[in-house]
């Protein structure tokens, strides 16, 4: 009888322990994932580049980074480690993207040819998928790399 009643408390308090999960990564609205809420979803970005903010309201990691016509997936190390840590940071070409918590930071490199640059971001949260893209004119003149 003992070891019954025993085994009841221990189930009790494992079940407990188990649906007690406080992370707000867990929180889940209407059955899915809370939204990402990424703002700009656009950006125009002049020839001499720069840096450029965009700020986010939830957990997520990069998924996928787009320059030109070629995307580029991260992988799953990186976006689990973004998505547990609140950091990341990947040059590509001529954009880097560093991700400091619920803020992504876009550093564009000068765009020393005539020719329009285009950029696009994936993140990703669950079965939320938020997207963001952008353009960078081209200089009026061509000008040589200082």
């Known amino acids: 009888m003992n070891k019954f009643f025993i085994f009841i408390l221990i189930s009790v308090l494992v079940i407990t322990m188990v649906s007690a999960n406080t992370d707000p990564r867990d929180e889940v609205i209407d059955g899915g994932w809370p939204e990402l809420e990424l703002t700009p979803k656009w950006l125009s970005v002049d ?59 876009l550093n564009v490199d000068t765009n020393y040819s005539h020719k329009k640059r285009t950029f696009g971001l994936r993140i990703n949260e669950g079965n939320r998928d938020e997207y963001m893209r952008g353009e960078q004119k081209g200089a009026k003149y061509r000008q040589a790399p200082r």
Do not use: P
């Open 47 to 105: 020839a001499n580049g720069g840096e450029y903010v965009l700020t986010t309201r939830s957990f997520w990691s990069v998924d996928k980074i787009t320059i030109n016509d070629t995307t580029y997936s991260t992988s799953w190390e990186e976006r689990r480690r973004s998505f547990d840590t609140g950091k990341f940071s990947k040059k590509i070409k001529w954009l880097k993207v560093t991700k400091d918590s619920n803020r992504i930071i």
